[in-house]
């Protein structure tokens, strides 16, 4: 036997005291939504900024290996991780109205380009040599430079060498 | 309050403006179709009941969130959708359906703007269409079921226009092993 749906669902909304969400509780998630966009974002072109900036840095730091394949300094993790944030974006812009009608491969495209592009703007730009000059920062650099770039822990780095009075 | 008069979409936003009332009415209008809809999704008929219930609470529920100014039909069929993949999940499985081996021809331009003749082809769809894997059945029912535009099956699965045009084109592939469908004869 087929059920009244009508009837038990008002049965239900009643007995159950359903509410109806307000408009501001909707506003909030598009808000949330936008600002998780913008920080994903803002974090990719970081990590791609990092990508760029650290085999230069190094090689700045070694003059004697001036020549060295900028590819052997390349930080590959930096890569997978700022592609597994861009992932990330299209998966939330595929979540915004009109997001999932666009082509899935043309919006990657888009979005790695947009991320590549303001990662490598932002590595020519003066910001990382001014977050260095901070010793939180220069700490944070030095960190993802040993961890990230290959042969990065085995340079010789004046910073971290023992002084002569210890 | 005569509603009858009132659109989908005015129906919808009275209810914003009002708290909820005229969700009967709404209820009244999609019960039958969506019913219908579920119904072909999943093969247990209490199931499906159970999921449109769920549809109309969370319709009820979530009503502000309903942009007024687009159509108010993909936007409910997309709510029962979710809904009664939902049910679909949580019971035992349908059939399992990728037995069916069908390498599409890439080649084949799908011109959307073509229709096959609807009716013909509904009616040698029925018996064979749950054999399909779920992906190509919703979209086969929501268009010679439901008569939906690709326009309204994009907006409802959130899938881009040609892929909807593509799975149908995959789905009766798929289906012509089973029924003599020459649908190219109706394109």
């Not at chain 2, 709404?26 to 999704?41: D, Q």
């Amino acid at each position: 036997m087929t059920k009244d749906i009508k009837k038990e669902t008002l049965k239900k909304i009643s007995d159950e005291k359903i509410k109806i969400k307000s408009k501001s509780y909707f506003q909030l998630l598009n808000i949330l939504l936008y600002g998780i966009s913008v920080v994903l974002i803002l974090t990719g072109i970081y990590i791609f900024n990092l990508m760029f900036y650290l085999p230069s840095r190094s090689q700045r730091m070694l003059p004697q290996e001036s020549t060295t394949n900028y590819l052997s300094l390349f930080p590959w993790p930096l890569l997978i991780a700022g592609s597994m944030i861009v992932g990330l974006i299209i998966f939330v812009y595929r979540n915004y109205e009109g997001g999932y009608k666009k082509h899935l491969a043309i919006t990657a495209g888009i979005i790695f380009f947009i991320i590549l592009f303001g990662g490598a703007l932002v590595a020519g730009a003066n910001l990382n040599e001014e977050l260095e000059r901070k010793p939180h920062f220069k700490r944070f650099y030095q960190w993802n430079e040993d961890n990230f770039v290959p042969r990065g822990h085995q340079r010789m780095n004046p910073d971290r060498l023992p002084s002569p009075m210890q | 309050m005569n509603f009858d008069s009132l659109s989908d979409e005015e129906l919808a936003l009275y209810m914003q403006q009002n708290n909820g009332q005229g969700i009967e009415i709404l209820m009244e209008r999609y019960e039958k179709p969506l019913l219908r809809y579920a119904k072909r999704l999943i093969l247990d008929p209490d199931c499906a009941e159970d999921a449109i219930q769920n549809t109309f609470i969370a319709t009820y529920q979530n009503i502000n969130s309903y942009d007024t100014k687009r159509p108010f039909s993909p936007w409910i069929y997309r709510i029962a959708h979710n809904k009664t993949i939902n049910e679909i999940r949580s019971h035992k499985p349908q059939i399992k359906l990728d037995e069916i081996n069908v390498i599409p021809d890439s080649k084949t331009q799908i011109d959307i703007n073509t229709e096959i003749d609807i009716k013909k082809l509904r009616h040698k769809l029925t018996s064979k269409i749950d054999l399909l894997p779920i992906k190509y059945k919703e979209v086969i029912v929501l268009r010679y079921f439901e008569d939906k535009n690709y326009d309204e099956i994009s907006d409802i699965l959130k899938i881009p226009k040609n892929t909807v045009g593509v799975r149908i084109k995959r789905g009766l592939d798929k289906l012509k092993i089973f029924i003599d469908i020459k649908y190219k004869d109706y394109l």
